[in-house]
């Protein structure tokens, strides 16, 4: 069975801009969480949908967004990029998201703003 | 804010030597989770523990939860160098079970 699979890997942006993550869960899981993860706040959590709903969200202004499609695929996005969105973002999957549930993980998505 | 406070925050020991890692937490959970990360890499899900349990053992792991002093321990016995990476201990708020709360964790570093 494939892991979680996230693109791009690495990406570099300039404040402003705007970037689109995606990330493609274990064959099966309907859940899907996003993480940031820093140097300075470590990592935290941004939201979790299920069933393309959003089903719980961290304390992460508007700017970060996501969706979930019928397949379960993911996308996050992220408006005007500041020099603090900076970080490795990890997308984790799970069959429902309950409680008793590991998450699965992907490598992330290292992104970089200039 | 993240919930989870670990001990110590690096670690560097011989091979063949047991670790030790501690992590505290602030409310009530369903259970408590603990996840390795290679450098570089995604993390990896350990052993789960859940809130009425008070040891776990998987392997060479070994996982105990004190619900009164909300604190876990995690042991890995006989580190081998493979075992470098760091380890967080991620809680599951009440009722919210796409959702893990990480601590800042340990980073380890056995040494061959």
Redesign the interface.
């Known amino acids: 069975k494939a892991g979680?699979t996230q693109t791009p890997r690495y990406l570099i942006k300039t404040r402003g801009q705007q970037v689109t993550l995606s990330c493609s869960p274990i064959s099966g899981h309907r859940?899907v969480?996003w993480?940031q993860q820093t140097p300075g706040q470590?990592?935290?959590?941004l939201f979790?949908y299920?069933s393309e709903t959003q089903?719980?969200k961290?304390?992460f202004p508007g700017r970060f967004s996501g969706r979930q499609f019928s397949n379960s695929r993911s996308e996050m996005n992220v408006s005007t990029l500041e020099l603090g969105d900076s970080a490795l973002y990890?997308c984790?999957s799970?069959p429902?998201?309950?409680?008793?549930?590991?998450?699965?993980?992907?490598?992330?998505t290292r992104l970089s703003i200039l | 804010s993240q919930q989870g406070e670990e001990d110590p925050q690096a670690l560097s020991i011989q091979e063949g030597e047991n670790a030790t890692m501690n992590c505290s937490y602030k409310t009530s959970i369903n259970n408590l989770q603990w996840y390795r990360q290679n450098s570089g890499r995604g993390l990896v899900h350990l052993i789960l523990i859940r809130s009425n349990e008070r040891e776990k053992h998987s392997g060479r792991l070994r996982v105990t939860l004190d619900t009164s002093k909300k604190s876990s321990s995690l042991l890995i016995t006989a580190s081998r160098a493979a075992d470098t990476a760091s380890y967080f201990c991620a809680t599951v708020p009440y009722n919210q079970g796409g959702k893990l709360i990480f601590g800042q964790g340990t980073e380890l570093s056995v040494k061959p």
């Open positions: 979680v859940s969480s993480y470590g990592l935290q959590f979790e299920f089903r719980n961290g304390n990890l984790a799970s429902i998201g309950g409680t008793d549930q590991p998450q699965h993980f992907g490598d992330g």
